[in-house]
């Protein structure tokens, strides 16, 4: 483990993970112009200028005035862009990209000075969420990006239709038997929100094999499931009535090519209708959980579906590998080596999943670095999302990460799974 090792080998790790996170961070820049650089194409999402900004902001916040009791390098950035500095609407006047750039060097370089004399024995947790939160941030550039090129295929006209072909895998189940799990991750890389790991008992459930790809959910879509209240909730239908969607999102990224790929783009309140559709319903985080990580005739969780060997390309779609190269996605059945103990594909990677359950604390829970990071969303208003993108950087994918979203967003590259009893 990383935790048992010497604290010069920790330090390596983290200047190495650093520099890694930075580089990938900055690949999405390469090229880009000041229009996109600015550009707000939701409301609800900040430029990706903005979270540029951000990035190198939490990390002066938290390591050179936080730690190294240092002055703030920039004070003219403070209110820009701290998280609640400026609404949304009012970050689109940014500096220039070469500015921005400058800032994350700047600090940068102070930071991996400072991780030389830092006692890590004391700050790694602190080290390890920056490196995570860097990663977090890395994937909603990716997604407004991707919004920006959804967007403009539209506009070109550009639409692309899945086949109607059922996949083989339609119905496919796989049961999960009653008893106790360990739900949650006390580890040294574990973010506030998934602390502290617990036990929780099951009663035997069943969840889908696989996520649900285009070729099925084109049959919801064919059979007028966004024309018929009576897969609705309450809640969902009000919203599709102020929101009158017939289709995911980034349909027009799909074609008969990826019938077999997850479907993504679809708000909380449309995988809600697809599972009562099918019959089914979408899992409780726990559900997830326990058929992603949890091995029964071991008695104990693993850090990833597969064991503890960290994420690789062969074991589940992540890291933005694909970008630019087509197919963001992969068929649901593409990594048998990913597949969890109980013979679950695409738990990691490929696309989120929602899940049932609202966004909590489980008990015991203890704010860290700050309450802003997760608490202020326990409000009962989003919903637990797990797994992982296609975007989704390795530091932070595993079946306890847990992400959170209202249950109206379709932005986010997120699909889902069903479940009955």
């Not at 190198?56 to 938290?62: P, R, V």
């Not at 018929?228 to 919203?239: I, K, T």
């Not at 390795?394 to 986010?412: A, E, G, M, T």
């Amino acid at each position: 483990m990383i935790s048992k090792l010497k604290a010069s080998s920790v330090k390596e790790l983290i200047a190495f993970a650093l520099e890694e996170c930075r580089t990938k961070t900055l690949s999405l820049f390469v090229g880009m112009d000041a229009a996109t650089f600015c550009c707000q194409p939701h409301a609800d999402f900040s430029p990706v200028g903005w979270h540029l900004g951000h990035i190198a902001y939490i990390e002066s916040l938290w390591v050179l005035e936080h730690s190294a009791d240092l002055p703030c390098l920039f004070p003219q950035y403070r209110q820009l862009f701290a998280a609640d500095g400026l609404p949304k609407k009012q970050r689109v006047q940014l500096p220039e990209i070469a500015e921005i750039v400058y800032y994350l060097d700047t600090v940068r370089a102070k930071t991996l000075e400072y991780l030389e004399a830092a006692d890590i024995q004391q700050q790694e947790r602190l080290w390890r969420f920056l490196i995570q939160h860097e990663s977090q941030h890395c994937e909603i550039i990716t997604m407004v990006l991707e919004l920006l090129d959804s967007q403009q295929s539209i506009v070109n006209g550009q639409k692309s239709i899945v086949n109607g072909q059922n996949l083989s895998s339609v119905g496919e189940m796989v049961e999960i038997p009653a008893g106790e799990f360990e739900l949650g991750n006390d580890s040294i890389d574990a973010l506030d929100n998934e602390r502290p790991a617990h036990r929780v008992y099951l009663d035997t459930y069943w969840i889908d094999r696989y996520p649900v790809t285009c070729g099925e959910y084109e049959v919801f879509m064919e059979a007028g499931g966004y024309q018929n209240p009576e897969w609705w909730s309450v809640a969902g239908w009000e919203w599709l009535q102020t929101e009158p969607v017939i289709q995911p999102l980034y349909w027009n990224h799909f074609s008969a090519a990826t019938e077999h790929h997850p479907v993504y783009g679809v708000s909380w309140y449309e995988a809600e209708a697809y599972a009562r559709f099918v019959g089914k319903r979408l899992p409780t985080e726990a559900e997830w959980e326990k058929a992603a990580s949890w091995n029964d005739k071991a008695s104990c969780r693993h850090t990833y579906p597969w064991g503890e060997d960290i994420p690789t390309p062969q074991k589940c779609n992540c890291d933005g590998l694909r970008r630019g190269l087509g197919d963001t996605t992969t068929p649901v059945n593409a990594y048998p080596a990913g597949q969890s103990a109980y013979g679950v594909y695409d738990t990691l990677g490929n696309v989120w999943e929602w899940t049932a359950s609202w966004f909590d604390g489980y008990k015991g829970f203890q704010s860290y670095p700050y309450k802003g990071y997760a608490q202020v969303y326990f409000d009962q208003k989003h919903r637990v999302l797990k797994g992982g993108s296609w975007a989704t950087r390795p530091w932070v994918l595993r079946p306890s990460f847990r992400n959170w979203y209202h249950p109206q967003v379709r932005q986010i590259f997120a699909g889902f799974r069903c479940a009955r009893d």
